[in-house]
């Protein structure tokens, strides 16, 4: 089956459908974030599941979530689309940004246990998030389309999974729920997740991206510094040739030219008859 790609990114969370208080960690590890989001990119699209792609996969970072939705079916459009978030490690914050065309709603509920996370004890958290297209924009067959969620903090280790419930125009509703087993095949419904990076994972990879840099950095100067210094030898060079060949006396052969011309001078003043 195949789809029609657009072209898209991930634009800056919206102002619509936040929690108070939703605030944004910065890490050094973004370029590892960045690694882990191209890895997840354009082969995970073309391919006929719920996805998701964050765009931060370190342990504690806030990320924004790309849900990735595809209609499967010939004939009938996707209508809502519902994500489960995962309640063992609930997220602190989560805020929705708004899609165009569709409602989104999220629903919290009590932990089956009170979760600390950076210090502050949770007995609520988002459980499930749902969008519903209004008519005219639903996902038409054999197109899909995106879906963004801003959470945080990731959990410190582990994978983090979601359940999709998927439901069509004609009545139809597909969950996309199955964990994935490693070494094993795929399974029909797998459930979107992502592996957690370690915080001292990326920061190592970040201080090993950095030191090429700087060497860079060292070498673009000290050429630089060469080049000046090969200008200015140049330059000097070429003064003192000019101030020797504007010193220098005549050639023997431009002082006859002139004795000639004095001469001759000479004798046609001579010859010349005086009234």
Avoid at 49 to 69: I, N, Q, Y
Avoid at 187 to 198: C, D, L, Q, V, W
């Amino acid at each position: 089956m195949s789809f029609s790609l657009p072209i898209f990114g991930l634009l800056p969370p919206s102002t619509g459908e936040q929690r108070p208080g939703l605030y944004r960690r910065r890490y050094a590890a973004g370029s590892v974030a960045a690694l882990g989001l191209v890895a997840f990119g354009p082969a995970l699209t073309a391919q006929a599941h719920v996805h998701v792609r964050p765009d931060s996969t370190v342990a504690g970072s806030d990320a924004e979530l790309a849900f990735t939705v595809p209609s499967e079916s010939p004939s009938a459009s996707t209508t809502a689309l519902s994500i489960t978030l995962p309640q063992d490690h609930p997220f602190a914050e989560v805020s929705a940004r708004v899609t165009p065309g569709w409602t989104v709603k999220v629903t919290t509920d009590s932990l089956p246990e009170p979760v600390v996370i950076e210090g502050a004890t949770l007995t609520k958290a988002a459980h499930v998030v749902t969008w519903t297209a209004t008519p005219g924009f639903a996902i038409p067959p054999e197109q899909y389309q995106n879906f963004y969620l801003s959470v945080g903090p990731l959990p410190d280790s582990g994978d983090v999974m979601f359940t999709a419930k998927q439901t069509y125009s004609d009545g139809s509703v597909v969950a996309w729920d199955q964990p994935a087993v490693a070494g094993a095949q795929e399974p029909e419904r797998p459930a979107p997740s992502f592996a957690i990076t370690p915080a001292s994972d990326a920061t190592a990879a970040d201080e090993a991206e950095a030191e090429p840099a700087e060497e860079d950095a060292v070498s673009s100067t000290d050429g630089f510094s060469r080049l000046l210094g090969g200008a200015g030898l140049l330059a000097g060079l070429g003064a003192i040739g000019l101030m020797v060949a504007r010193r220098s006396p005549r050639r023997p052969q431009e002082q006859a030219v002139n004795d000639d011309k004095t001469l001759d001078l000479s004798t046609a003043a001579a010859a010349r008859p005086s009234v």
